[in-house]
């Protein structure tokens, strides 16, 4: 049932989640924790609280040399060029056609950028990135040597600035800072995947084990919680965050997936800005929604199809209960007319016709996020 | 993982106790486990004839969706309706709050084809 092969790799962290009692599961080549104690709990503990995730699966590039920024600007649909020192930007990578190739933050470093791709991806884009880089830029994957420890939550900040060797909370979201937290040197950035405030550690790895440590140990007083993979979805996924693979891939494009606002048309040229054009010239056919079955025991899944009548129209993308919301709820595309909210669409759920209205994302608005969307 | 030996077991993560002519049934900490958080459960109305190895019902956790497999033929006679408002029963309390199921049993000689303990043990080792 669980799927391992015995070939995955394991976080800096892998014997403190065994430690914890955590369920471990492969994920993108990694042995991961699904959850600790409980993924509802561990969900309730972000909203409400704070928590601490182990995503060292994430993978890490560094870019470096002169036109660095320009390089890489050039494959993101995001602008890059004009970022300040340690200002992260997150952005979609395409193809020629549009398609996303993937979602990922790049920072402006002294050093050079600093580009944080999704676990699945890391092979992908490193050939990819390498492939479209002009000579005299470096490539360098440190995913291997880098560890990421997040802490997110409404009270993130009163846990974590005590620890701090200087001040995190004037820094806004999508910035960064290099400084010690418990004495470890980290880059430490207000961003996250949860819709809470939040920063995000990138440490190296032989520090990654002593820094988790004293987190738990400082956390104890005012509950941090260990927080799974499990939770980590349904808590992105109340805040309608894509999640590549199921919601955008190769054959999605930023357009159609919600995530217009990353796609900086008059920036000038970059890899697939031309199929871009053409598409928002002609129109865009499908959108990402929000989807809520009127029943509020209807959990759509990924993979159900969407119709209007016998017509199908779409599907859903990702799926699940929301625990914040106490209902099940689906993200999926539909054809671009049938995109206005309280549109009614069926759902296909195993066979049974669930009726459900289309909804803006996102679905949780709520959270103690600064700022009011991603970037 | 709890497999207490008094109890029969399917393939597909049923327990069920005999109770005289009667059965409870639910599912397994193993597949509890498996499955996570579980937040609705959809089962028969009484008085619905079930029969050996036919789905009787759904489990929604909040990752994923499961059948559920009769574990014997027989009618049901009792559904657990606590579960309506506490899912978590089951993950909490698979053997015993968390029963499913109470049902006639048919055919005794059913029981024969299920697993017992030990067999579902070496069933779920053999499923990792």
């Known amino acids: 049932m669980s799927g391992a092969t015995g070939n995955e790799k394991k976080t800096a962290l892998y014997d403190k989640h065994v430690a914890l009692g955590a369920r ?14 409980g993924q509802i709990s561990e969900h309730k503990a972000v909203r409400n609280k704070v928590g601490i995730f182990d995503l060292s699966h994430m993978g890490e590039f560094i870019i470096s040399g002169p036109g660095a920024i320009e390089a890489v600007d050039h494959l993101l649909t995001n602008r890059l060029v004009g970022a300040k020192p340690f200002q992260a930007v997150y952005s979609p990578m395409c193809l020629d056609n549009g398609g996303i190739v993937d979602d990922l933050i790049a920072y402006n470093l002294p050093d050079g950028v600093y580009l944080v791709v999704n676990a699945s991806n890391i092979d992908k884009d490193a050939r990819w990135i390498q492939e479209h880089l002009p000579a005299g830029v470096n490539f360098g994957n440190i995913s291997d040597h880098t560890s990421l420890i997040a802490i997110q939550g409404p009270a993130t900040l009163e846990f974590l600035a005590p620890l701090m060797d200087q001040p995190i909370a004037h820094l806004r979201t999508y910035t960064s800072v290099r400084a010690q937290v418990a004495g470890v040197d980290a880059l430490v950035s207000r961003t996250g995947y949860t819709g809470e405030d939040g920063y995000e550690l990138y440490v190296a790895n032989a520090h990654a084990p002593e820094l988790w440590d004293r987190l738990m140990e400082l956390g104890q007083n005012i509950g941090l919680t260990p927080i799974g993979l499990a939770a980590r979805d349904t808590l992105r996924f109340e805040m309608g965050y894509c999640l590549y693979g199921n919601d955008i891939d190769e054959t999605t494009t930023p357009l159609e997936s919600g995530l217009t606002w990353t796609v900086k048309l008059e920036k000038g040229d970059f890899v697939g800005r031309n199929a871009l054009i053409e598409q928002n010239h002609r129109g865009v056919p499908r959108r990402l929604v929000g989807l809520r079955p009127d029943g509020e025991r209807s959990i759509p899944r990924h993979g159900n199809p969407l119709r209007i009548g016998d017509r199908q129209v779409g599907h859903v993308t990702s799926g699940t209960f929301a625990p914040s919301l106490g209902m099940g709820l689906g993200m999926g595309y539909v054809e671009s007319d049938l995109s206005r909210p309280r549109t009614q669409v069926t759902i296909d759920v195993r066979g049974k016709d669930v009726l459900a209205a289309v909804t803006v994302l996102p679905f949780y608005a709520y959270g103690s996020r600064p700022g009011r969307r991603k970037a | ?28 900490d193993y597949a509890q486990g498996e499955l996570g958080d579980i937040v609705f459960v959809e089962l028969p109305a009484e008085g619905k004839a079930v029969k050996q190895g036919e789905v009787f019902g759904t489990i929604e956790a909040v990752k994923t969706v499961s059948d559920l497999y009769a574990p ?10 606590s579960l309506t408002d506490h899912p978590e029963d089951i993950n909490k309390s698979p053997y015993k709050d968390g029963w499913m199921i109470r049902i006639t049993v048919d055919n005794p000689g059913e029981m024969e084809k299920l697993l017992n303990a030990d067999g579902y043990k070496t069933h779920v080792g053999a499923e990792h």
């Open chain 1, 24 to 37: 471990m599961v492969p994920f993108a080549g990694y042995m991961m924790p699904l959850s600790y104690s």
């Open chain 2, 72 to 81: 014997v033929s027989g009618k049901v006679i009792a559904t657990n309706k």
């Open chain 2, 1 to 28: 993982m709890h497999t207490p030996a008094e109890l029969k077991y399917t393939e597909e993560h049923e327990w069920v106790k005999l109770e005289g002519k009667e059965a409870l049934v639910g599912i397994t």
